[in-house]
C-alpha cells in the first residue's frame, strides 16, 4: 500500500488535536494584564502539550519520509499512536484547570509514556517490514533519548504525588531534548 493515505489521515487528526487544545483556552473576564494569572496554568500545560504534538508531528513526519510502502501492522501502529495522541486534549485541560494537581499530572504522565510507547512500536513496524538494512533501521538504532524520555516519564507518574512541579519539570526537560528535530533519518536520506 502507498503511504499517502496514512500521511494525509495523521495530518488531520493530529490538526484536529491541536484545534481541540486552543478551542480549551476561555477568555479571561476582565480586560487587564492581570486578569490572565488564573489562566496561567491552563495557558502554560497548552504550550507544553502543542510542543509535545509538533515534536511528534515532525519525527511522524521523518519516520514516513523514510517510508516507502505501509502494511495493515504499520496502520495499525499508526492509529494506536493517534489514539495516544488524541488524548492529549483531555489531559492537558485536566491538568491546566486542576493548576497542575497531582493525579491530572499523574495521568498526562502516563498518557505521554503511551505516546512514546506507540511511537517506538510504529518505529519497529516499519523497521519489521522493511528490514534491518532499511534507511529507518540504519538511521534510528537505538539512541539514549528513546531511553531517557521513558524512563523520565515513568518517574513522573509517582513523583506528581510528591511534587507534580518536579513531574512537570521532567517533562520539560524531555520536550526540550526532542525540540530539535530528529537529524538521523535527514542524514541517512541525504546519503541515498
Not at 27 to 37: E, F, Q, T
Not at 141 to 167: D, H, M, T
Not at 183 to 188: A, D, F, S, Y
Request: proline share 5%; charged share 15%.
Amino acid at each position: 500500500m502507498e503511504k499517502t493515505r496514512l500521511e494525509a489521515f495523521s495530518d488531520g487528526v493530529i490538526a484536529i488535536i491541536i484545534t481541540i487544545m486552543v478551542l480549551e483556552l476561555k477568555v479571561p473576564h476582565g480586560d487587564r494584564l492581570a486578569d490572565l494569572r488564573e489562566l496561567l496554568p491552563v495557558l502554560l500545560s497548552y504550550v507544553l502539550s502543542f510542543i509535545y504534538v509538533g515534536i511528534y508531528w515532525n519525527n511522524h513526519h521523518h519516520l514516513f519520509h523514510s517510508t516507502k510502502h505501509v502494511t495493515g501492522g504499520i496502520l495499525w501502529a499508526n492509529l494506536h499512536l493517534l489514539f495516544w495522541l488524541s488524548l492529549f486534549p483531555f489531559t492537558t485541560a485536566w491538568a491546566g484547570e486542576n493548576h497542575l494537581a497531582p493525579a491530572p499530572v499523574a495521568v498526562y504522565a502516563f498518557v505521554l509514556l503511551m505516546a512514546g510507547t506507540a511511537y517506538y512500536i510504529l518505529e519497529r513496524a516499519i523497521i519489521r517490514q522493511q528490514g534491518r538494512h532499511s534507511l529507518l533501521a540504519q538511521a534510528v538504532g537505538s539512541g539514549w533519548k528513546e531511553k531517557f524520555s521513558p524512563a523520565c516519564y515513568l518517574a513522573a507518574i509517582p513523583l506528581a504525588f510528591v511534587s507534580p512541579w518536579i513531574s512537570t519539570g521532567l517533562f520539560i526537560l524531555v520536550a526540550l531534548l526532542w525540540l530539535v528535530p530528529d537529524r538521523r533519518i535527514e542524514r541517512v536520506l541525504v546519503k541515498q
